[in-house]
């Protein structure tokens, strides 16, 4: 299992902030959320959005250990 965290908007789109979600792979995850919600999928997958895979920034796909932290972080905006 892993533990999956959603920030800013993409909580406020999914309803929750912190679930526990059964994944062997972050596209494995993403699937398994878009198929769930397919508004939260679209989100996951727009532009700007970056995955943590505990707490070290990562590109692409990724396999999910016991006890993973996934967290999927929203574009961020500065000034």
Do not use: C, K
Not at 45 to 53: T, Y
């Amino acid at each position: 299992m892993a533990r999956v965290l959603l920030f800013g908007r993409l909580s406020d789109l999914a309803g929750w902030r912190e679930r526990e979600i059964e994944a062997a792979s972050i596209e494995g995850l993403r699937a398994r959320l878009a198929t769930e919600d397919a508004r939260l999928g679209e989100a996951l997958s727009g532009p700007g959005v970056q995955v943590a895979l505990d707490q070290a920034i990562v590109r692409g796909d990724r396999p999910l250990g016991a006890g993973a932290e996934v967290a999927f972080l929203p574009p961020m905006s500065g000034g």
